[in-house]
């Protein structure tokens, strides 16, 4: 009867490790979008997540190492030393249990910590960081439809489908709620993921120092349209900020409650093409809200 041998898995784990520079080169490209954050509460949950895995792998590195060593030392036909006699050794009791007990504690002590750093409400990420100065925050209402995405600006009285602008170096707040079923509000480089439900609210917090353009869309599955409700994240400089919003006031189409019906009824923007509205009631989110 053959021994056993360790060359498969040798060499499944040669490719594997090959495999690696292929994922790096391409977390360059649009599909590992949450590898490269913009904005300090982004960035919080990405160096949350390195930190995290780093202390996970702690564990994880040795004890397949070692699986592999004892699977080698004590394959059959080796005739490894076999001590029948051994039960118990406190140092390896401490090892195995301790560590493990103190890396749990340290990932609470970091959740809980950067649960507060990006607690949506008010998150501590942007205390610690200066902004606009000067600038009150920017507060967008957001309502979700089938299969879109409707942006208030309520200071603006202006509204936009399918497209949030906001100037950079300054808070955004948004308050959101769902017209229809449950989605997942989702900038990955930019805001963390945030439920939108219908006859509730949830808030969400950001800032982006830098003009860019990045894709949002929604995180939970909600039906035939899903695919294509996404949405244009641009941040633009104060200025073209300004000129958009002077420009939209302008837009011919206007939104009130009566209108939004119409609106809300399901629609797929396949080609997220959005559309403006100016004129726009204060108290429109108000009353989605208040309606479901």
């Known amino acids: 009867m053959s021994s056993f041998s360790l060359r498969p ?4 784990a040669r490719r594997a490790v090959l495999f690696v520079p292929v994922l790096a080169l391409s977390s360059c490209g649009v599909g590992f979008r949450l590898f490269h954050p913009v904005g300090p509460v982004a960035t919080t949950e990405w160096n949350t997540t390195l930190l995290s895995t780093g202390i996970m792998l702690l564990i994880i590195a040795p004890v397949t190492v070692l699986i592999a060593v004892f699977c080698w030392k004590y394959r059959k036909g080796r005739n490894a030393k076999y001590d029948p006699s051994w039960s118990h050794s406190l140092p390896l009791e401490l090892l195995m249990w301790g560590v493990p007990f103190l890396m749990v504690i340290a990932l609470g002590v970091i959740s809980y910590n950067t649960t507060m750093l990006v607690n949506p409400a008010d998150p501590r990420a942007l205390a610690q960081h200066p902004g606009a100065v000067g600038e009150p925050p920017l507060q967008v209402d957001v309502i979700t439809t089938d299969w879109q995405w409707l942006f208030i600006y309520p200071d603006q009285h202006i509204a936009t489908i399918d ?3 906001v100037p950079a170096g300054r808070e955004v707040r948004l308050r ?7 989605n997942d509000f989702y900038i990955p480089q930019v805001a963390a ?3 939108v439900m219908p006859g509730m609210r949830t808030l969400d917090t950001f800032t982006v120092d830098n003009p860019g353009n990045y894709e949002g869309f929604s995180a939970n599955f909600s039906g035939d349209g899903f695919s294509w409700m996404q949405f244009m994240t641009n941040i633009v400089p104060p200025a073209a900020f300004d000129a958009w919003v002077a420009k939209t006031q302008n837009a011919p189409e206007h939104l009130d409650f009566a209108s939004f019906q119409t609106l809300a009824k399901p629609t ?10 100016s004129q726009v009631s204060g108290k429109l989110w108000d009353q989605v809200y208040a309606s479901i």
């Open 9 to 12: 898995a040798l060499r499944a």
């Open 268 to 277: 797929i923007n396949k080609d997220i093409k959005p559309s403006y509205f």
């Open 176 to 182: 959101m709620t769902s017209a229809t079923v449950t």
């Open 163 to 165: 497209q949030l602008e």
């Open 193 to 195: 993921m945030m439920d």
